[in-house]
């Protein structure tokens, strides 16, 4: 008896020795759920009270207003050389700030409201499309910037919009000064090409601002080339400014969609009635695309591609049709009729704007003018109706029964033929 409480005893001991590493190892689980609770709600706590950095980077506007205020701030960035902006300029539209704007005149004033002094706020007015042809002053030559729409396009580089500003900036001066004419490797001293030189002396006047008809000198331009860290970036976007900026449509031209609904054919069987190929057409060459809505209907319409397999309706390619399918037994009390809207959707068209200040100078100190992008989506729609002629649709319900019945039949006939056909035979073995 003692030698079986022994026993018991070292079983009791190891048991309860078992129950305490299990109940350790639940507080230490409970212990790391509660400090990862607390890291979690720290982090909430963190992200509600830390802003992401925000990109205004210009982009495109979907509509640009017909004027905006300029606002900026006082920090500098210089990430090339001594090539110095501002670290924001930036147009605000009330108090919604628009994006970036782009100055078009480095030896002219920039000028914005701060944080320190809201009054620096200057009026800026819409002016012309950088399509336009713009007069180089007491030299008869003229220049458009097309270019600049690609810049725009081209202004996410690194991810940081500040940094994204700076080297865009410098692409839409730059690019200005190879539409101006400008050498790359000269100094102009007005828009006359007559005036252009080597030296550096004089690049900056009495108040220290840049004094050059040329945005960007010839050492800058070479200090830009020759930065390995962020000056291929500002070339990429000169480069691809020159190549591009004949690629941009003059207007949007006027946009229409066609059906010839006379054209419309209809097919019926036993399960559906469905309209032949139906081709949204336009005279417009940059119809990409097209969407479709029924208004009304008779009978559940599908919509299909050529080859019947069923489609969204949402985006079809212009080179695309479409058919329409409804179930024959939704319409066989009256033909089938809809509604429908086609909208078509042509290619984007880009453009960008001049902005003018207004005053055009802040005491006594002439100021840039500005850039703003825009993108139109233009699409066009058209409303038709469809309506099948008078058709006789079979009653599929009938016809199925029609057919179990005259199946049912045929076997019956035939197994009693079988029978008669068998029974002399028999007869005849007896």
């Not at 992401?52 to 606002?71: C, H, I, N, T, V």
């Not at 070479?222 to 970036?233: M, P, Q, R, S, V």
Request: overall charge negative; charged content about 20%.
């Amino acid at each position: 008896m003692a030698k079986m409480s022994a026993r018991a005893q070292i079983k009791k001991t190891r048991n309860k020795r078992n129950n305490d590493k299990i109940d350790k190892a639940m507080n230490d689980i409970k212990k790391i759920g509660v400090i990862s609770c607390c890291l979690v709600a720290v982090l909430l706590v963190v992200s509600i009270f830390i802003d992401p950095k925000e990109s205004y980077s210009a982009g495109f506007l979907k509509k640009l207003p017909d004027s905006f205020y300029s606002g900026m701030t006082t920090e500098k960035q210089s990430l090339i050389s001594d090539i110095t902006l501002p670290r924001e300029f930036y147009g605000t539209d009330g108090n919604e700030r628009l994006s970036y704007i782009y100055c078009m005149d480095h030896r002219l004033g920039m000028i914005g409201a701060t944080q320190e002094d809201p009054s620096l706020k200057h009026l800026y007015e819409k002016g012309s499309s950088v399509k336009s042809e713009f007069s180089l002053e007491n030299t008869g030559r003229s220049a458009s910037y097309n270019g600049l729409i690609y810049i725009l396009q081209n202004d996410s580089i690194t991810g940081d919009g500040a940094k994204d500003y700076y080297l865009t900036q410098l692409a839409v001066w730059w690019y200005i000064d190879r539409a101006n004419g400008f050498d790359d490797t000269k100094n102009y001293t007005s828009y006359d090409l007559a005036t252009a030189t080597t030296s550096e002396e004089n690049k900056y006047d009495g108040r220290g601002d840049y004094a050059f008809y040329n945005n960007l000198s010839a050492a800058d331009k070479a200090a830009i080339k020759a930065d390995t860290t962020y000056g291929k970036y500002v070339v990429n976007l000169v480069d691809g400014a020159v190549a591009n900026q004949n690629n941009y449509n003059d207007d949007l031209g006027s946009q229409d969609i066609n059906v010839d609904t006379s054209k419309v054919t209809y097919t019926i069987n036993n399960d559906y009635l469905e309209t032949s190929v139906i081709k949204p057409t336009s005279t417009n060459s940059t119809f990409e695309s097209y969407s479709i809505q029924i208004n009304n209907s008779v009978g559940t319409v599908e919509i299909l591609d050529e080859n019947n397999n069923p489609i969204s309706a949402n985006n079809i390619s212009a080179d695309q049709g479409f058919k329409l399918r409804v179930p024959a037994s939704e319409v066989q009390k009256e033909s089938f009729k809809a509604n429908i809207t086609i909208t078509g959707s042509f290619a984007n068209l880009y453009d960008a704007n001049v902005y003018n200040p207004n005053p055009p100078n802040h005491e006594a100190r002439q100021l840039q003018r500005a850039l703003l992008g825009l993108i139109e989506s233009p699409t066009a729609p058209t409303t038709i109706d469809l309506k099948a002629p008078t058709i006789d649709v079979p009653d599929t319900g009938s016809n199925s029964f029609l057919i179990y019945g005259i199946g049912t039949l045929i076997i019956v006939v035939g197994i009693v033929l079988i029978v008669v056909a068998k029974r002399p035979n028999n007869a005849k073995k007896k």
